[in-house]
């Protein structure tokens, strides 16, 4: 899907829960190093003081994040995932000593409803390592957090 249909009739709404779901630069592996899942790790912690934001659960695979966040400030969403996407990566540039795209430049979200269980979502963001066969069991997985679970 084309970037800018991404973004067609994106808004965000205060105290707003989304998924999200974003991808490394043409689905490179980059977070099979625990030293660069380990920069966007702590990111996560800095981009919610920063943004005035909880990501309530998320995963970060070898080559994509899924997160459940609530926007609580006044920051857009978009602001949010671009200030995560953005540190994130000139960190993990700055370690590797080399200059380059670390994420594509879009991301998927999609509003939760009242209706929607997050307690579910957060189980399906979380069980990513096991769908995708790296781990036998959640435990295994190093770099994940969920308030849910």
Not at 107 to 119: I, K, N, P, Q, V
Request: charged share 25%.
């Amino acid at each position: 899907m084309p970037w800018n249909d991404l973004r067609r009739g994106r808004y965000t709404q205060q105290g707003g829960e989304y998924f999200i779901t974003f991808t490394t630069f043409r689905r490179q592996q980059l977070f099979c190093s625990y030293d660069l899942a380990k920069i966007v790790y702590q990111h996560i912690q800095i981009n919610e003081k920063v943004c005035r934001c909880r990501w309530f659960t998320w995963v970060l695979m070898p080559d994509h994040f899924h997160g459940l966040l609530r926007i609580e400030g006044d920051t857009d969403l978009s602001s949010v995932v671009a200030k995560l996407k953005g540190k994130s990566a000139y960190l993990i540039n700055q370690y590797r000593g080399q200059n380059g795209k670390v994420w594509q430049p879009a991301f998927y979200d999609r509003a939760l409803r009242t209706e929607d269980s997050r307690r579910d979502i957060a189980r399906y963001i979380v069980a990513n390592p096991i769908r995708k066969m790296l781990v036998q069991s959640v435990r295994q997985y190093p770099f994940w957090n969920s308030d849910f679970l």
